[in-house]
């Protein structure tokens, strides 16, 4: 306790300044919003020219407003030169700073309280709602009141009557409204595009960590796969030429070597299997097939599995079950849909496989009448993200690439819990019968 204590005092604090830069979008969305500030300024400047042209209003000197818009336009023009070609100036942070006073002269030849002029204050409010932070902008959106405020009542039609004091207010709150609420508006734009960008990024991050993890498993596998072809070769003569002159522990050790060899090699192809299916180019040789060949095909490859938990498996398919698919990878759903239920159900239990052509679809049930898993989990089970059991199944892999295949044969797999009657995995692939037929 002591020593979480202390690690939370000495944790530094942030200052001010630390927290205003927190608070200021970074140097991309300041270079984007210049930009669209920029063609915004030139917008409202070109408006109020065509107003006063069309207008004509005269300020306290008896020249026209549109030569003082022009000649804010000329101190616009030469902001925008500086921005471009001096490195030091490309930030939009010192344009408001210099909008105050120019607007300040400005308004002062005015000639009426809240004229065309006074509009030129929203654009510096603008600009420093998106360059300073919250407190800069406040403190800005506060000088120009005051400025305001001070300004007005020198023009030459202001008479301080009540009326006139009411707008003066007026023009204030909605200057302060402006300010503040430009000000919250541009913090939101800020966090909502930096979002974006993180989840941008973080996406980006994803894909490549998916790319890279696609290649190690390709580059592992295949490094895998040569020994373990000469480790499986090996053993095999080691069988046929010494098999007669061992003795009984040594078959069983040399038979239990090459078993847990055929099940790394199954689990290398398996995992090369779900690699193409996640990249997307896992292929089909597609052949006319008995489903019912394919299961006769499988079920040695897991028949050693049952026989060690004392299970056993009886097949039901009366009838022809024809699809079009790759045998090979058929044989692997078969395999894995097996392997399954031989994992979860108990010792002693029955493995049930049947088959049947309902319409235009064949259906190859594998169940067990072990105890039925949780509604919900058979369905997540499917995918790659779940791991119901992780010490049981380590990769995780196994019925997700089976669901890969199955779909990618236009087929479908769910499952099928039946209170007291254990779990159900349904194959549905279109028949192959149809397919000849048309």
């Known amino acids: 306790m002591g020593g979480r204590d202390n690690s939370r005092k000495a944790r530094p604090r942030r200052s001010q300044a630390e927290d205003d830069v927190a608070e200021r979008p970074n140097s991309s969305q300041l270079s984007r919003q210049g930009r669209e500030l920029s063609m915004l300024r030139w917008a409202v400047l070109g408006a109020m020219l065509v107003i006063t042209l069309t207008w004509p209003v005269y300020g306290r000197t008896g020249h026209p407003v549109w030569v003082y818009i022009l000649v804010f336009a000329g101190y616009n023009l030469l902001v925008e030169l500086l921005r471009r070609l001096v490195a030091r100036f490309r930030s939009i942070a010192w344009v408001p700073v210099l909008d105050l006073p120019a607007a300040a002269v400005l ?23 998106a360059s ?23 023009l030459p039609l202001w008479s ?3 009326r006139q004091l009411r707008e003066l207010a007026s023009r204030l709150v909605v200057l302060a409204l402006v300010g503040v609420g430009t000000n919250i508006l541009m913090r939101r734009w800020a966090e909502q595009q930096q979002g974006a960008q993180v ?16 290649r190690f498993i390709l580059s592992v596998s295949h490094e895998l796969r040569t020994p373990l072809t000469a480790l499986r070769a090996g053993l095999g003569l080691l069988e046929m030429s010494a098999g007669k002159e061992l003795g009984a522990e040594q078959r069983l050790l040399l038979t239990n070597a090459r078993r847990n060899t055929e099940r790394l090699r199954s689990f290398i192809d398996e995992l090369l299997a779900y690699n193409e299916a996640e990249a997307g180019t ?6 006319q097939l008995d489903l019912r060949d394919v299961v006769a095909e499988a ?37 894995n849909l097996l392997a399954n239920a031989n994992k979860h159900a108990p010792i002693g239990a029955l493995i049930r496989v049947s088959g049947r052509t309902t319409g235009d679809e064949v259906v190859l049930s594998v169940s067990d009448d072990g105890p039925a898993i949780a509604a919900g989990d058979g369905d997540a089970s499917l995918e790659h993200s779940h791991h119901p059991d992780p010490i049981e199944d380590a990769t995780g892999l196994g019925l997700a690439l089976t669901r890969g295949i199955v779909e990618l044969h236009g087929g479908r797999i769910w499952v099928d819990v039946v209170e007291g009657r254990g779990t159900e995995f349904r194959v549905a692939l279109p028949s192959g019968q149809n397919r000849r037929e048309l």
């Open 132 to 154: 300073m932070s919250l407190r800069g902008s406040l403190l800005y959106t506060a000088a120009v009141v005051f400025v305001v405020a001070m300004i007005a009542p020198t």
């Open 282 to 287: 896992l292929s089909l040789v597609r052949w």
């Open 299 to 335: 079920l040695p490859g897991v028949l050693h599995l049952v026989h060690e938990k004392g299970q056993t498996v009886e097949a039901d398919m009366p009838e022809p079950l024809p699809v079009e698919g790759d045998r090979r990878k058929l044989e692997h759903v078969v395999t």
């Open 107 to 129: 308004y002062y030849f005015d000639a009426d309280p809240g004229g065309p002029l006074f509009v030129i204050f929203y654009l510096g409010l603008i600009y420093a709602s």
């Open 199 to 214: 989840a941008e990024h973080a996406r980006e991050r994803m894909l490549e960590m998916d790319r890279l993890r696609r």
């Open 160 to 162: 301080a009557t009540d």
